[in-house]
């Protein structure tokens, strides 16, 4: 049966695109993109920056009816079997609000992280509290350092809310530019942002060099770690920037539950940081209020799954090595990912790639960066990853 199409151009002129410079994509992974006024081309791609643009399809098919939705960077494994089972149990009481079954799973994470309750602030996803912290710092402006191409949600919020982003691009080996970043920082730079591993590049910068830049600059300025996608690396909890935290330095550091552990639909996140630092945003916004019952002790449950989590980390890295060796077979380059994605050059119109893709019934991202085309691709189940596979082998061989 043919998919529902949807014209992605006419659906952008409805108004969702003026009302109060608000927009909303709804479909097809465009949650990661922020709730801001964006801007877009003569042929209505988005506009990151002058070297980073998004291409969107003229239209796309209902994700419902995609063989393969390898495009928000989901894990298709998850909710993880304990989560599922402590949901159910607690279904009935969804009528009730959570403040003790918080702070319950706020000192589950604490005894994970190895911080205090004290240094927690929860939220509906991570993306959630990047975009309430662009909020209070820049609302008398100011600007924001952070990498080029990078994940843009606190940088449209921040742009949005009155600051200007200092793009500063990745490096060749498309690690953080860390040295270029410092120099960067002005009297008017409020945040440093960081996400590494990187979105949408997959790639990381080296863990010594990262904290070293981080314990000096946050001297300086705030420093904030997106570590959404560090739980799929074996040793991901060694490299993340946590540690500072207890060293009483001015850094943000951001997890998630929708990654490793398959919660991205019941939308639970944190950030780590100083007391003082969480209390400035709380005097302005709450962040626990929009985490449902149901899923607080899906979280709690989750932690103790260490099964799943491992499960998930081996499927993904396995996904991982079957699209690199489709890709090598096809003779693409691609960048070596430590995440749940991968991207790599196209050699092809992004729109037309995107088109392409969803006439095999096929969700990816597309993007323009570093003077080429690429290709963002999620990794799915095994099953998805062969849809793939078939799928660019006719569409770019």
């Given at each position: 049966m043919?998919?529902?199409k949807?014209?992605?151009?006419?659906?952008?002129?409805?108004?969702?695109?003026?009302?109060?410079g608000?927009t909303?994509?709804?479909?097809?992974?465009?949650?990661?993109t922020?709730k801001?006024?964006?801007?877009?081309?003569?042929?209505?791609?988005?506009?990151?920056?002058?070297?980073?643009?998004?291409?969107?399809?003229t239209?796309?098919?209902d994700?419902d009816?995609?063989?393969a939705?390898?495009?928000?960077?989901?894990?298709?494994?998850?909710?993880?079997?304990?989560?599922?089972?402590?949901?159910?149990?607690?279904?009935?009481?969804?009528?009730r609000?959570?403040?003790?079954?918080l702070?319950?799973?706020?000192?589950?994470?604490?005894?994970?992280?190895?911080?205090?309750?004290?240094?927690?602030?929860?939220g509906?996803?991570?993306?959630?509290l990047?975009e309430?912290i662009a909020?209070?710092?820049?609302?008398?402006g100011?600007?924001?350092?952070?990498a080029?191409?990078?994940?843009?949600?606190?940088?449209?919020?921040?742009?949005?809310?009155?600051?200007?982003?200092?793009?500063?691009p990745?490096?060749k080996?498309?690690?953080?530019?860390?040295k270029?970043?410092?120099?960067?920082?002005?009297?008017?730079?409020?945040?440093v942002?960081i996400?590494?591993?990187?979105n949408?590049?997959?790639?990381?910068?080296?863990?010594k060099?990262?904290?070293?830049?981080?314990?000096?600059?946050?001297e300086?300025v705030?420093v904030?770690?997106?570590?959404?996608?560090?739980?799929?690396l074996?040793?991901?909890a060694?490299?993340?920037?946590?540690?500072?935290?207890?060293?009483?330095?001015?850094?943000?550091?951001a997890?998630?539950?929708?990654?490793?552990?398959?919660?991205?639909g019941?939308r639970v996140?944190?950030?780590l940081?100083?007391?003082?630092?969480?209390e400035k945003?709380?005097?302005?916004?709450?962040?626990?209020?929009?985490?449902a019952?149901?899923?607080?002790y899906?979280?709690?449950?989750s932690?103790?799954?260490?099964?799943?989590q491992?499960?998930?980390?081996?499927?993904?890295?396995?996904?991982?090595?079957?699209?690199?060796?489709?890709?090598?077979?096809?003779?693409?380059?691609y960048?070596?990912?430590s995440t749940s994605?991968?991207?790599?050059?196209?050699?092809?119109d992004?729109?037309?790639?995107?088109?392409?893709?969803?006439?095999?019934k096929?969700?990816v991202?597309?993007f323009?960066f570093?003077?080429k085309?690429?290709?963002?691709?999620s990794?799915?189940?095994m099953?998805?990853?062969r849809i793939?596979?078939a799928?660019?082998?006719?569409?770019?061989?």
């Amino acid at each position: 049966m043919e998919a529902k199409k949807i014209n992605r151009r006419k659906w952008l002129q409805t108004g969702l695109l003026t009302a109060g410079g608000i927009t909303l994509f709804p479909h097809i992974g465009f949650a990661e993109t922020a709730k801001t006024k964006l801007t877009l081309d003569a042929k209505g791609n988005i506009l990151y920056s002058p070297f980073f643009k998004e291409y969107i399809a003229t239209d796309f098919a209902d994700e419902d009816a995609l063989l393969a939705k390898l495009n928000a960077n989901e894990n298709p494994y998850g909710p993880a079997p304990k989560a599922i089972e402590a949901l159910k149990n607690v279904a009935n009481k969804g009528n009730r609000y959570a403040w003790k079954e918080l702070f319950q799973l706020m000192d589950k994470i604490a005894l994970k992280e190895g911080v205090e309750t004290k240094n927690i602030m929860m939220g509906p996803g991570s993306s959630d509290l990047l975009e309430k912290i662009a909020m209070v710092l820049f609302m008398n402006g100011g600007n924001v350092v952070s990498a080029d191409p990078s994940y843009m949600s606190l940088i449209k919020v921040a742009e949005a809310t009155g600051a200007s982003w200092k793009a500063v691009p990745l490096k060749k080996d498309w690690s953080h530019d860390l040295k270029a970043m410092e120099a960067a920082i002005d009297r008017d730079t409020k945040l440093v942002y960081i996400c590494n591993p990187n979105n949408p590049t997959g790639s990381i910068t080296d863990t010594k060099e990262l904290l070293d830049f981080c314990s000096r600059v946050s001297e300086k300025v705030p420093v904030f770690v997106d570590e959404a996608y560090l739980d799929f690396l074996e040793d991901g909890a060694k490299q993340s920037m946590v540690s500072l935290v207890n060293e009483g330095k001015d850094v943000i550091i951001a997890r998630t539950f929708s990654k490793i552990y398959g919660m991205a639909g019941l939308r639970v996140g944190y950030i780590l940081a100083q007391e003082n630092t969480l209390e400035k945003i709380q005097q302005i916004t709450r962040g626990g209020m929009g985490i449902a019952y149901t899923s607080i002790y899906a979280a709690m449950a989750s932690i103790d799954d260490t099964a799943f989590q491992d499960m998930s980390r081996i499927k993904n890295a396995a996904a991982r090595e079957y699209v690199y060796s489709s890709l090598d077979k096809l003779g693409y380059e691609y960048v070596p990912s430590s995440t749940s994605f991968i991207i790599f050059p196209i050699e092809m119109d992004g729109k037309l790639f995107l088109e392409k893709m969803l006439e095999k019934k096929v969700g990816v991202r597309a993007f323009d960066f570093m003077g080429k085309n690429w290709c963002r691709v999620s990794m799915g189940t095994m099953e998805e990853m062969r849809i793939f596979s078939a799928a660019i082998t006719d569409v770019l061989a």
